[in-house]
Nanobody, 119 residues
Framework: QVQLVESGGGLVQAGGSLRLSCAASGSIVRINEMEWYRQAPGKQRELVASISRSGSTNYADSVRGRFTISRDNTKNTVYLQMNSLKPEDTAVYYC?????????????WGQGTQVTVSS
């Protein structure tokens, strides 16, 4: 059994910052790619940022230069530092990870954390 638990969401004014965390726990052998997604009301879930196990990163154009994804492999944790937040960043943010366990490999998702940016 693998669980991903996000934390760090909240309400912030435009221009402010938040740092999201997502910790994976359970019978984990290795975690490959880790990702952050978001879903705003009435919109499809979109990929925000991803990071490989070795640290290679990719970002959506809408957040590049403002958001930074990082990870700590010793803690099975991924972070998303969000700066210069805009009202359009308001969404539920989800982390996802490609997890290898003793029995199988597959994607796991967190429950989501709300980020609200006021203008």
């Amino acid at each position: 059994q693998v669980q991903l638990v996000e934390s760090g969401g909240g309400l912030v004014q435009a221009g402010g910052s938040l740092r999201l965390s997502c910790a994976a726990s359970g019978s984990i052998v290795r975690i490959n790619e880790m990702e952050w997604y978001r879903q705003a009301p009435g919109k499809q879930r979109e990929l925000v940022a991803s990071i490989s196990r070795s640290g290679s990163t990719n970002y959506a154009d809408s957040v590049r230069g403002r958001f930074t994804i990082s990870r700590d492999n010793t803690k099975n944790t991924v972070y998303l530092q969000m700066n210069s937040l805009k009202p359009e960043d308001t969404a539920v943010y989800y982390c996802a990870a490609d997890v290898v366990t003793i029995l199988l490999q597959g994607p796991y998702w967190g429950q989501g954390t709300q980020v609200t940016v006021s203008s």
